[in-house]
Nanobody, 124 residues
Framework: QVQLVESGGGLVQAGGSLRLSCAAS????????MGWFRQAPGTEREFVSV????????EYADSGKGRFTISRDNAKNTVYLQMNNLDPGDTAVYYC?????????????????WGQGTQVTVSS
């Protein structure tokens, strides 16, 4: 069955860095766009970043531009999110998501599969 397993979250001080990973299985990873979303308590799940199936196109939410970098390794069925210069406002549960290559946009409804999430906490 389809599995997306996030890892790499944790507690970090403001200004620090974290690298999230998402290991995928149960579907043809190489033809799926991969995305990251996040959800803080009391808020809706919001788009963070997406990378196309061929890794030729990336998009970022304004909040992460210049600080976050998404990448993928199709040989390892894994997508990454490098997060630098973290801020307490980045505190949230971060979710990995997958969608077929023929979808576009940043709406979470375009994604087919979701992981369970990994907690990121940034202290001031």
């Amino acid at each position: 069955q389809v599995q997306l397993v996030e890892s790499g979250g944790g507690l970090v001080q403001a200004g620090g860095s974290l690298r999230l990973s998402c290991a995928a299985s149960g579907f043809t990873f190489s033809i799926y766009d991969m995305g990251w979303f996040r959800q803080a308590p009391g808020t809706e799940r919001e788009f963070v970043s997406v990378i196309s199936w061929r890794a030729g196109r990336t998009e970022y939410a304004d909040s992460g531009k210049g600080r976050f970098t998404i990448s993928r390794d199709n040989a390892k069925n894994t997508v990454y999110l490098q997060m630098n210069n973290l801020d307490p406002g980045d505190t949230a549960v971060y979710y990995c998501a997958a969608r077929r290559f023929d979808r576009i946009g940043t709406n979470r409804n375009t994604f087919d599969y979701w992981g369970q999430g990994t907690q990121v906490t940034v202290s001031s």
